[in-house]
T-cell receptor, first 113, second 113 residues
Framework: GNSVTQMEGPVTLSEEAFLTINCTYT??????LFWYVQYPGEGLQLLLK?????DKGSNKGFEATYRKETTSFHLEKGSVQVSDSAVYFC????????????FGQGTTLQVKP | SAVISQKPSRDICQRGTSLTIQCQVD?????MFWYRQQPGQSLTLIAT?????????ESGFVIDKFPISRPNLTFSTLTVSNMSPEDSSIYLC??????????FGSGTRLTVV
C-alpha cells in the first residue's frame, strides 16, 4: 500500500544549525511528493514539491530531492531561524486521478535563539 | 494557486448535535477534499467531493456521519453529525492536484462537549 514515514520529533535546534527531517515512502506507481508546514495557530501551507524522480523542490531556503532509489524525500535547510519553528508534514500524492494525499505523522521543529 | 475560505474557524458544540462546515473556493475546481486532523495527529482524508455525484468516502468514514454536499464547482459543505467528544478535531478542506500541489483552507477547530 501507500504510506509515509517521518522521523519522530520533536527536533530542537539552535539558530543557524543545519536541519534534516527524514521522510521515506512506500507507493505504487509514480507518486508526487510534498512538504507542508503548519506554523503555530495557522493552517497548512505548501512548502515545496517534486513530481518525479530526481526533482528537487526548494522554497524559503528549504530543499528536498525526490530519490526513487531510496524512496526518500528528506527536508533540509542549511541555517534555521527561530521563525522556522513549526510542524512539518511530508505527504505523498498517489498516482491516478484520485487526488488523495497521504500524510506522514508530522515532525515538530523548535528553533532556539 | 486557489484561495479557500472556510468557516466557521472554530466552534464548541454539544454532543448529539451537528455542525456544518463550509468551504468556498475562488475558482472552479473538479474535486474538493475533506480532511480531519485529530489532536496532535496527522491529517486523514475523509472524502472526496465531486460536483454532480456522490462523495467518495475513505475507509472508516461513512456518509451518515459525515454527509457532504457539492452543489457547484466552487463550494462544498461537510456536516459532522450526532457529534461525540471523539469528533473533536480540526477539519480542513483542500483543492489541487498532484502536479501543482494542494491548497488547504484555514481549518475548523471543533470541540465537542
Amino acid at each position: 500500500g501507500n504510506s509515509v514515514t517521518q522521523m519522530e520529533g520533536p527536533v530542537t535546534l539552535s539558530e543557524e544549525a543545519f536541519l534534516t527531517i527524514n521522510c521515506t515512502y512506500t507507493a505504487t506507481g509514480y507518486p508526487s511528493l510534498f512538504w507542508y508546514v503548519q506554523y503555530p495557530g495557522e493552517g497548512l501551507q505548501l512548502l515545496l514539491k517534486a513530481t518525479k524522480a530526481d526533482d528537487k523542490g526548494s522554497n524559503k531556503g528549504f530543499e528536498a530531492t525526490y530519490r526513487k532509489e531510496t524512496t526518500s524525500f528528506h527536508l533540509e535547510k542549511g541555517s534555521v531561524q527561530v521563525s522556522d519553528s513549526a510542524v512539518y508534514f511530508c505527504a505523498l500524492g498517489i498516482s491516478g486521478n484520485t487526488g488523495k494525499l497521504i500524510f506522514g505523522q508530522g515532525t515538530t521543529l523548535q528553533v532556539k535563539p | 494557486s486557489a484561495v479557500i475560505s472556510q468557516k466557521p474557524s472554530r466552534d464548541i458544540c454539544q454532543r448529539g448535535t451537528s455542525l456544518t462546515i463550509q468551504c468556498q473556493v475562488d475558482s472552479q475546481v473538479t474535486m474538493m477534499f475533506w480532511y480531519r486532523q485529530q489532536p496532535g495527529q496527522s491529517l486523514t482524508l475523509i472524502a472526496t467531493a465531486n460536483q454532480g455525484s456522490e462523495a467518495t468516502y475513505e475507509s472508516g468514514f461513512v456518509i451518515d456521519k459525515f454527509p457532504i454536499s457539492r452543489p457547484n464547482l466552487t463550494f462544498s459543505t461537510l456536516t459532522v453529525s450526532n457529534m461525540s467528544p471523539e469528533d473533536s478535531s480540526i477539519y480542513l478542506c483542500s483543492v489541487g492536484d498532484r502536479n501543482y500541489g494542494y491548497t488547504f483552507g484555514s481549518g475548523t477547530r471543533l470541540t465537542v462537549v
